[in-house]
Every structure is written in structure tokens, then in C-alpha cells.
């Protein structure tokens, strides 16, 4: 049987350890700024996260690429190569064109190697969300399963991974075209912290209005509470745009406190999604109830 590699991009927030641990790899998105590209690489240092975040709270807008069709044709066949088939998991289509790019190229690539499967998963997330659903591809690769069985497994757990951000502002995300939400959210609402969620449809929605930064942080532990299921199973995935770390300290504090997961892993919004978020966003990551909220049927 062949080996199934599992492959995601930069918008996973993956680090290099967890990556790894299970066995991943990633495609490279890039990031502009001041009309010079930079390759959007996961292995950043603390230095780097701060420099990126430092640019944005001095009011300069950071902008982003999808994965360019020569990385994609470069990591596909490296593991084509090497006799593997490969599952690539991206971000949701409707935050990056990269999933349909890929699907493009790997039609081409099936020609050179018949022999090969290659299957391209919208993952209807972002950031770890997505990167979560690489791991569990990569834990369920190892078990011998094929790529239509993976493919299979990925498509449901998407339904059940909520995830639950919050921002100081949208400006960010409303500039780059990545959050749907009413003009309400828009405005300067004194104080007033929107929380964001991925919808069914793979959106980054704008469902909820908190008053003040510190509520909002327990708000959307208080979410993740709500919605999750079987906790003591599982891993809850903390990430967040450079915060202050008395903040992450307090997230993580409410989450053993309320949720009593198994374990907490806390890690950096990557240079894809901050690029989009801002500054200082904590989302939280766990499976829960199936995803049933559409912003575009509100």
C-alpha cells in the first residue's frame, strides 16, 4: 500500500514540532510589504511574530498571496517522487483561492503519474482550525487508511471543529474581505469586542458583540464550553496575533478551569492569517456540536 502524505499551507499556524511529530508538510503562501515578498514561513521566531504585528499596530496593512502554482507543483512532487499518495488540506475557499489552485495542478499532475492519487480539501478553516484537521489526517494516515477514506474522515470532523475568535477590531479583516457581518460590527462601538467564528459554509463570520477586552476573553471560552464535546478526550488549540501574555496566560487559566480538556497547546497566528486578523486576536479551537450558523442566511 502506499504511504498517504498529508499536506497543508501556511495558513494552518502549524509549528515546525507539531508538524514534525505528525508527520506534515506545508505549502508556502508569501506575504508584501512594501512591495517586497516574503515567503510566510512557520518556523518564524518570537522576534519575527513581534516584528510582523509591530508593523500593523503602526498602521501599515500587511498583504498576502495563496500558495503560487510552482510551490504547489514543487511539494506535490516531492512526495509524488518519492511514491506517495497525497491528501493536501487547505484553507477554506472562501478566505483563499489555494484549494482550487492546487485541485487545477494535481489534474495536470495525475497525467504524470497515474499511478497516484491526490486529494485537495477545502477545510473550511483557518489558521489552526485547519492545521487541527491536518494532524488528525496525519494521526488517521497512520493507520493504513487510503486517501478516499481520509478524504471521508476530513470532510465530516470539519463540521464539528468550532472555533471561536476574538479581535479589537475588524478593521483588519474588513480591509483583506475576510469576515462577513452586519454594518453594525463596523463602527466604533466604544469598547464594544466582536467574536468570530468559522460558519458552516467556511465564512469568518461576525456573530457577537462583548463589551469590554477582558470579557471577551472569557466569552469565548465560555462558547467553546458550550459547544464542546467529550473534553477530557481532547486537546484544546489556543492561537493568538502576538497578545499580551498576561492575556494567553488567562485564556488558558479560564479553559482548565472551565473545560477540563485534556491538554491546552497555545500557539502564534501565522503570518497568513495575522496579515488578515491584526494584532492581539485569541481565537480557541475544540470539537463540539456540528456547525450549523450561515451568516448568509441572516
Not at 35 to 60: C, F, Q
Not at 127 to 138: K, P, Q, V, Y
Not at 192 to 205: M, N, R, T, W, Y
Amino acid at each position: 500500500m502506499r504511504k498517504v502524505q498529508i499536506i497543508t499551507d501556511s495558513c494552518s499556524d502549524l509549528t515546525v514540532e507539531l508538524m514534525q511529530r505528525y508527520g506534515v508538510d506545508y505549502a508556502v503562501m508569501n506575504t508584501v510589504y512594501n512591495e517586497k515578498t516574503s515567503p510566510a514561513d512557520l518556523s518564524w521566531t518570537e522576534e519575527e511574530v513581534h516584528a510582523l504585528y509591530g508593523i500593523m499596530r503602526g498602521g501599515n496593512r500587511v498583504t498576502t498571496t495563496q500558495v503560487p502554482v510552482d510551490e504547489f507543483d514543487r511539494i506535490f512532487r516531492k512526495y509524488l517522487d518519492a511514491g506517495c499518495d497525497i491528501v493536501y488540506i487547505g484553507c477554506s475557499s472562501k478566505q483563499s483561492g489555494s484549494v482550487n489552485t492546487a485541485r487545477v495542478l494535481a489534474a495536470e499532475l495525475i497525467k504524470e503519474y497515474p499511478e497516484a492519487q491526490i486529494s485537495c480539501i477545502d477545510s473550511y478553516h483557518a489558521s489552526m482550525g485547519e492545521g487541527i484537521l491536518a494532524l488528525d489526517a496525519a494521526e488517521y494516515a497512520k493507520t493504513g487508511k487510503t486517501v478516499d477514506e481520509i478524504t471521508a474522515y476530513v470532510e465530516d470532523r470539519r463540521k464539528y471543529l468550532n472555533q471561536f475568535v476574538t479581535v479589537h477590531t475588524l478593521e483588519f479583516l474588513h480591509k483583506a474581505g475576510r469576515v462577513k457581518a452586519s454594518s453594525a460590527f463596523f463602527g466604533n462601538l466604544l469598547g464594544v469586542k466582536p467574536i468570530i467564528i468559522a460558519d458552516a459554509d467556511g465564512e469568518q463570520a461576525a456573530v457577537k458583540k462583548v463589551k469590554g477586552r477582558a470579557n471577551s476573553l472569557k466569552e469565548i471560552v465560555n462558547m467553546l464550553k458550550e459547544t464542546i464535546i467529550e473534553p477530557e478526550k481532547q486537546t484544546v488549540y489556543v492561537a493568538h496575533a502576538d497578545a499580551d501574555k498576561a492575556e494567553v496566560e488567562a485564556v488558558v487559566s479560564h479553559i482548565r478551569e472551565e473545560i477540563k480538556c485534556k491538554d491546552v497547546y497555545v500557539g502564534y497566528i501565522g503570518p497568513i492569517i495575522g496579515a488578515s486578523i491584526g494584532p492581539d486576536a485569541i481565537a480557541v479551537f475544540g470539537y463540539g456540536k456540528e456547525i450549523t450558523y450561515r451568516v448568509n442566511e441572516k
